[in-house]
Each structure stands twice: as structure tokens, then as C-alpha cells.
């Protein structure tokens, strides 16, 4: 027994790296899955090509397990309900919905086109909308359902070089959280992943120096798309049941919880504020509670600023 048995997945991205571990994992604990990929390059930029999906499912199916494909993209509303009438067509249903896909324009915000920003939020953010948007009302009706959407920790605490992929990320765990607000008399759940895990858009960003090699190094053996996926088909499970709206990284064989944002310390003055007064007395008081920037004189991949 899987602790997916009986359920019907729909996985976006599943032609490569998290996505494909995803579905191949939900189909050996038992799912019947939808394996979406649009099968294009990292950035996105070319029409794609439906051979990564269907050689994921034909692995799944050789395996003994049940699975199509599926080759359109995320960012067209009518494709992903597509999806959707595609799985319960194929098998009677949807239970659960994995959400990777994505790509990357990764640049300067002060050098970034308008273009780059449009196209990353597009497939990131709009695609998120789409796919829950598209299958809320049947996981709302049949008072089942579980989103596991993924973020990122350019989103949660900043990456130099990343405005366009960090702004999206973080729309997807607000996304999300709401989601899980709005669905739990429902029993529709949702949670969030930020990965750590060697794939294509970890092998994408430059090595400059010794230091750069060494990380890749470690996270190529220590950081698995498999182990992410492991994490993700158990947030599917009905013995997870109990867990939604949350933040989630997983990072090797460590599983991480997130804190959400909540105010941190307050300030108040009786007679109101001025302008004056809140640069001499306000913003001095809470500074201790700034939370720091990170680095920012070390630009890692890119050049320094």
C-alpha cells in the first residue's frame, strides 16, 4: 500500500529535475498521474517539445504504473483546465496538484527588461493562479484537495539578481497561504516548498572560483531533486491531512519549517506622529529589530555592483 493509493496527481514540470522526481515518486506510492511539461529551455524562450513528459510517463508506465502526458504550458488558463479535465477523463478524478515548472531570466533589477520581468512572472506567479484557479471548485466540491506550490528563498529572503523569480516566489507563498485560509472548511490544503536540489537552474548559474565549485559540488551530491520529492508526495498523503498554509524548505535529508511574517515591535507617541519626530525618535527605536539585508557586497553569480 502507497500512501498515495486511490489518488489522481497532476504534475507541472515533470519532464526534468523536481518535477520528474515528483511524479515518478507520487506513481510509485500509488498515484495515477498527469506529468505536465512544456519541455522548453530554461528560460522559457522557445515553443517547447512534448518528449520530456511522455518519457516520464513512459518510465511510469513501464514500471507498472499509470500515467499520461501533457506538453502545454502553465501560463494558458484554458490549457491547465485542460489539465484538469485531462485527469479526470483519463482516471476519474484529481486529488492533488504538484507545481515546479518554472524558468529563470536571472539579471540585474537595474539592467532587467521589461520582458524578462513579464515572462518569469508569468510562468511563476500566473501559472500558480492558473493550476489552482483551474481545480479549486473540484477540490472544493469533492472536499478534497492538496496544492503543493513551490517557492523559493529568493522570495522568502532575497537573492542579488533575482527581483523578477523573488517577487513571484514570494506572491506564491502568500498565494498559498490564502488558499489554505479559504479551503480548510473544505478540506482543500496548501503548502508551500522552497528547495534546495541540484537541477537544471542550479547547473545554470556560473562558476566563478574555487569556492563556487566547491558549493556545486556539494549540493550535486548532498542536495537531490529526489529528496525534495519525497518531502512533496508526503504533503499530498492523506496522513498529512492535518498540515496547511505552511512554509516548508527541504534542503538534503533536512526538512525545514519557515517562520511567516508577524510584527516584531511597535512604536506609539501620544500626541501623534511627525516626519521629524519619527527620523529623531520612531525608526531610531526599532532599528535593533531591522532585519538585516544579507549579503550585498558579494554579488554570487553575478558581477559586483
Known amino acids: 500500500m502507497g500512501v498515495l493509493d486511490g489518488k489522481v ?23 495515477k498521474v498527469v506529468v ?31 500515467a499520461v502526458s501533457n506538453s502545454d504550458s502553465v501560463t494558458d488558463y484554458k490549457a491547465v483546465e485542460g489539465m484538469v479535465e485531462q485527469a479526470k477523463d483519463e482516471f476519474g478524478g484529481l486529488h492533488a496538484i504538484m507545481n515546479p515548472a518554472g524558468i529563470l531570466r536571472d539579471g540585474m533589477f537595474h539592467k532587467m527588461s521589461e520582458d524578462d520581468w513579464k515572462a518569469v512572472i508569468d510562468v511563476h506567479l500566473h501559472g500558480t493562479f492558473n493550476v ?5 471548485n473540484e ?10 506550490l513551490f517557492t523559493s528563498t529568493t522570495g522568502l529572503i532575497g537573492n542579488i539578481g533575482q527581483a523578477n523569480y523573488g517577487a513571484a516566489k514570494l506572491g506564491i507563498a502568500s498565494l498559498s497561504h490564502i488558499i489554505a485560509m479559504e479551503g480548510e472548511r473544505k478540506n482543500v490544503r496548501s503548502n508551500v516548498i522552497a ?11 556560473p562558476v566563478k572560483d574555487e569556492a563556487g565549485r566547491e558549493r556545486v559540488e556539494r549540493m550535486k551530491n548532498g542536495m537531490r531533486a529526489d529528496q525534495v520529492a519525497q518531502f512533496a508526495v508526503a ?3 492523506d496522513g498529512a491531512k492535518n498540515v496547511s498554509g505552511q512554509i516548508f524548505s527541504v534542503r538534503g535529508n533536512e526538512v525545514i519549517l519557515f517562520s511567516q511574517p508577524r510584527p516584531v515591535k511597535s512604536v506609539a507617541r501620544l500626541e501623534g506622529w511627525t516626519p521629524e519626530t519619527l527620523i529623531e525618535q520612531g525608526l531610531p527605536s526599532m532599528q535593533g529589530s531591522f532585519t538585516d539585508l544579507g549579503p550585498t557586497t558579494t554579488v554570487f553569480p553575478y558581477e559586483p555592483i
Request: overall charge negative; some cysteine.
Open 195 to 205: 528547495p534546495f536540489a541540484w537541477t537544471r537552474m542550479i547547473a545554470s548559474i
Open 132 to 136: 489552482t484557479r483551474a481545480s479549486i
Open 139 to 148: 477540490f472544493r466540491d469533492q472536499k478534497d484537495g492538496s496544492y503543493v
Open 235 to 237: 504533503l499530498c498523503a
Open 9 to 31: 496527481v497532476l504534475v507541472t514540470g515533470g519532464g526534468n529535475g523536481i518535477g520528474k522526481e515528483c511524479a515518478l515518486l507520487a506513481a510509485k506510492a500509488g498515484a
Open 36 to 66: 505536465n511539461d512544456l519541455g522548453g529551455s530554461l528560460s522559457g524562450a522557445d515553443e517547447g517539445d512534448a518528449g520530456p513528459a511522455e518519457k516520464v510517463a513512459q518510465e511510469i508506465r513501464a514500471a507498472g504504473g499509470e
